[in-house]
Every structure is written in C-alpha cells, then in structure tokens.
C-alpha cells in the first residue's frame, strides 16, 4: 500500500524531521556530557540511531511522489441521449394534447358559425336575428380562447396591467349568475347565490379579472354537476370578499386537487376527461387570483362535490358611485365629413368597417394591400387611416413609415391587426391600436378622439309610466315568485306567474313584465322587479 501526502504535508514532515533530529544531537551530547562514561554515551548513541532512522523513514514516506487523483468518470454518451430523446418525447407528446385540444375548441364555434352562414345564404331557413346571435356568440367563445392562451402567456412574463375599477359587486354576481341560468336550467340544477352577513354594494378591483374567475368557477361547477345544485356563496369581513362555489357533482379525488390548476389538466376521472374544452379555466383563474393578491384552494369529496374558495381584498371606495345610464346607441357625428381610407387584406374586415362607417357619415375609401392604399392616399387626402399589419408585399410597417411621408406628420393612422404582441411598436409609429376581432365601440372612441368628434346619439328611451297600484290580493302571489325566482326554480316560476295572471287579469302589465325577464332567464332582473314593487 502506498502512503502518499499532499506538498503541504510533505513539507511539513520535512520540518519536523529536522527538528526531532537536532533533539536527539542535543539529547546524546548532554547525556555524554552529564555521565561522562563510555556505556552511557553508547546507550545514548543507539538511541539516538534509532530515532534517526524511524525519522529518516517517515520523510522517505512524505518526500514520495504524490499519487494522481482518481480520474473522473466520464458521462455516458448513450443514457445523455436517451434521457433527452425521453424529454423530447414527452414534449412532443404535450404539443400533440395541446394541438388536438385547441383544434376540437377551435372547430366547434367555427362549426355554428360556417353552419348558420349557409343558412343565412338559403333565405327563409333562418331568421337574421338568430343567425346572428349564433355567429356572435361563436365569436365570442373563439375570442376567448385566444384571449385565455395570451392571458397565460401575459401573466407569466408579468406584463399584466391591473385596472382599479368601481364595482357593483352584488350586480356583478348576479350577471355571472344569469349567464349561465339557461345551461343550469336545461339540467335541473338550482344556481342559487347566498349571502352571508352585510355586503357591500361597491367594491374596488379589476372588474374584467374578477369576472373572468367568476365565470370559470360557475362554468366548470356547472359542467362537472348532473343534480343537485350549485350555490355561490359571499362573504364579507374587514375589506375581504369570501366567494365560494359549491356543487353537487362528480367530485375531485384528493391526489387531482393539485393538479387540476394545471393548464391543460384534468385529472384522473373519465367523466371529467370527456368533457369539452381545453383545460385552461382553472390554470388562468389561479394566475388572476394571485395577480390580484388573493388565493384559490379546493376542497371535495369524489361522489358528493366540490368546493372553490376564493378570497380577496376588495375595497370599499369611500364614496359609491351613481347609477350609469345605459349607452346611447351612436348614430352621426357634428360638423363637416371626414374622409377615411381602410387597408386590409382580409375582404370580410372591409366589409364590417365600410358598413359601419358609411352608416355614420364618414367617406370611405378601402384598399386590398399597401401598395392600393397609398395610391388612394394620395388621392383621397384622408383625415384618417385604419390600417392592418401583417399584409402581404407592404405589410403595415412600411405603409405607415410612406403614408407619414405622403401626407406628413399630422395624418392620423390607427393600427387595426390581430397582431397584438405588436402592439407596443404600433402605438410608437401610430396613433392608436385596435385588436382584432374589433370591439365597434373601442374604434369609435379613438376615432372620436383622434378626430375630435362629438357623436351624435340616438333618442333616449322614455321612462316607462309609473306602475299602476295592485290589490292587496296580489301580494301574496309576488312574494311566492320572488321566493321561487330567489332559489332559480325557473319552471315554478313561470307557473305561479301563470297562476297570477289568470286569478288577477289586473295584473297583466306587471305580468308582461315579469315574463319578459323569464324569457331571458334573468331571474335576478325579477327579482330587482318585484322588490321595487313592494
């Protein structure tokens, strides 16, 4: 076996070797000295070899060349790569889930949209309200799904922006509520919303957040629920707003809580599994709950439902705001026309905005590409331009950059695309930017702006005439409906509404009234209804 010692050590041994030998020296020369006789110095001298000689040996040991460090082991070239051939795998796999859930996401809207677009075409089929309405709605669902994959991307390189908005809690809930009225109902769930303890009436918060947690709790209680109910309940303490959804439904196993906060997770039950969607409601809406500085938890029992939890701080404002007046619908705007000039590639997006803008006075002028347009635009001389980015040739970068150097500085130049990453540089280059799909109100407002136009506003609605009084027979029938639209038992409502209108013919404009509201299964409207009658 070989001993061997690093330098430091090694030097060290040489030191102390020097020095016990010149211990011994002096200890042999003052035993020679001390007896003065020969057997004593011999003694002395033995052991003074002997000492020399165990040293000699150790520094023999110190001075021996140092052994050369283990070497490493080299990786594994074969298991590197099937370690990252697995990871790749794995994330191949992902994409693919992901591609085929958006597809089937994606198709489905398209679907009602294609499907009530041939109709329209075959006149007679179906009427435009209805067909509109579908297409809309589809739209809206198609809009979401891009907006709930760019919230995700927004959120998690912390790029959100908060807004501070007043809100009519109660009514805000309320209106969740109603939009999902008419699926629980084709169920038979009661969707029901209990309060507990004093509630404030305005609360400070991002309006367009809370009501995006609000909708994807009540959608997935409602979705994963087959009887029974769903229940929202509120609570209210010390600047603190308690909101939990309660179901009756399939339940969550105690091993999925965790992960169906996920994107793209549901957990482990079929039923779950096989319903539509994507798989991102619950991942956003964790993501907006701690954007907003409050939490989300889960609790259920598999078989018996699920409750969400969700609690943040909401401010009261120290003074409420007054009722807003429903908008006026805009019909024209004052003093001399304006000239206008769209570039698009996209035929249908001309379609919507040459409609709209000659419908209010503007004078229209629209081109298929860059090049169209700038030859329009030296024609035309516009006030302003609604331009699309991502075109083919000159896209709207380089339209913008020869527009500004055609018709100077001043030419006003809003940026209409679904490039909404691009947005940022838009608004460097351009006066304003308008995601696509285009929201009419929002590109009428920067118009006006840009333009400093003051609309013209159709007729406000007359106040209806004040409600005649009722019998005191009639009482009693207002409270059974108020009870019975309070809990959201759609079906008793309209009988006992049947049941007034033929015992008390008195009634009968209250009775229209009441009915319009079922009809849109706005049973908070009712109920707002039958209070102010009291």
């Keep these: 076996m070989t001993i061997s010692f690093p330098p430091i050590a090694a030097r060290r041994w040489h030191r102390l070797a020097s020095g016990l030998a010149c211990a011994a020296l002096f200890a042999f020369l003052g035993t020679v000295l001390a007896t003065g ?37 080299a990786p594994d070239p074969t298991a590197e790569l099937h370690r990252a051939k697995t990871a790749a795998e794995a994330a191949n796999a992902a994409k693919t889930r992901y591609l085929v859930a958006v597809s089937h996401e994606i198709r489905s809207p398209l679907n009602a949209i294609y499907g009530f677009a041939q109709l329209l075409e075959r006149e007679g089929t179906v009427t435009p309200a209805e067909a509109g309405g579908a297409i809309r709605r589809s739209a809206e669902h198609l809009t979401n799904l891009v907006e709930g994959l760019l919230e995700i991307s927004r959120i998690e390189s912390g790029v959100v922006k908060l807004r501070a ?22 169920k038979g769930l009661h969707l029901t919303r209990v309060d507990h303890g004093r509630i404030p009436t305005h609360v400070r918060t991002d309006e367009k957040r809370l009501r995006q947690i609000l909708i994807n709790l009540v959608s997935n209680a409602i979705k994963y629920t087959d009887a029974g109910t769903v229940t929202l309940h509120l609570t209210y303490r ?28 549901r957990g482990q039950n079929p039923i779950a599994i096989s319903q539509p969607g994507i798989g ?84 229209v002028y629209t081109a298929r590409n860059g090049a169209e347009g700038l030859a329009l635009a030296g024609r035309c001389a516009p006030d302003l331009v609604l331009l699309d980015i991502q075109m083919p040739v000159l ?36 006066s304003a930017f308008v995601a696509k799909p285009v929201d009419l109100q929002v590109l009428l407002a920067e118009i006006a702006h840009h333009l400093n136009l003051s609309w013209d506003l159709a007729s406000a609605q007359p106040p209806p005439p004040p409600a005649a009084p ?27 509404v049947a049941d007034l209108a033929s015992s008390q013919p008195e009634a009968a404009p209250l009775v229209a009234q009441m009915r319009a509201h079922i009809a849109a299964f706005d049973l908070s409207a009712l109920v707002r209804l039958l209070d102010a009658r009291s």
């Design 470 to 496: 009722l019998p005191a027979t009639v009482a009693p029938h207002l409270t059974r409906i108020r009870d019975l639209a309070r809990v959201g038992h759609i079906r008793a409502v309209e009988a006992a």
């Design 165 to 186: 908005d007043v809100v009519h809690l109660p009514q805000l809930l309320d209106h969740v509520l109603g939009m999902f009225r008419m699926q629980a109902d084709a």
């Design 280 to 363: 991102l409601g619950l991942a956003i809406t964790r993501m907006l709950a701690q954007v907003l500085g409050g939490e989300i938890v889960a609790t259920s029992t598999p078989g018996e439902g699920s409750r969400f939890r969700l609690r943040l701080f909401l401010p009261e404002p120290p003074t409420a705001p007054g009722e807003i007046a429903p908008p006026r619908q805009i019909v024209g705007y004052a003093g001399p026309r304006r000239t206008l000039l769209v570039i698009d590639d996209d035929p249908a997006q001309i379609a919507v905005l040459d409609n709209l803008l000659r419908g209010l006075g503007f004078v």
């Design 238 to 265: 010390s600047q603190v707003a308690t909101i939990e959804i309660a179901d009756t439904g399939i339940g969550i196993a105690p091993a999925d809580l965790d992960r169906i906060f996920e994107p793209f997770e």
């Design 395 to 430: 896209d709207g970068w380089a339209v913008a950059t020869r527009l500004t150097n055609l018709c100077g500085e001043g030419l006003r130049i809003i940026m209409v695309s679904a490039n909404v990453h691009d947005q940022p540089r838009a608004t460097a280059i351009a």
């Design 37 to 73: 006789t020969a057997a004593s110095a011999r003694g002395a001298l033995w052991t003074v070899f002997a000492a020399l000689a165990l040293l000699a040996w150790a520094y023999a040991l110190a001075q021996a060349p140092l052994a050369p460090p283990p070497a490493p082991t």
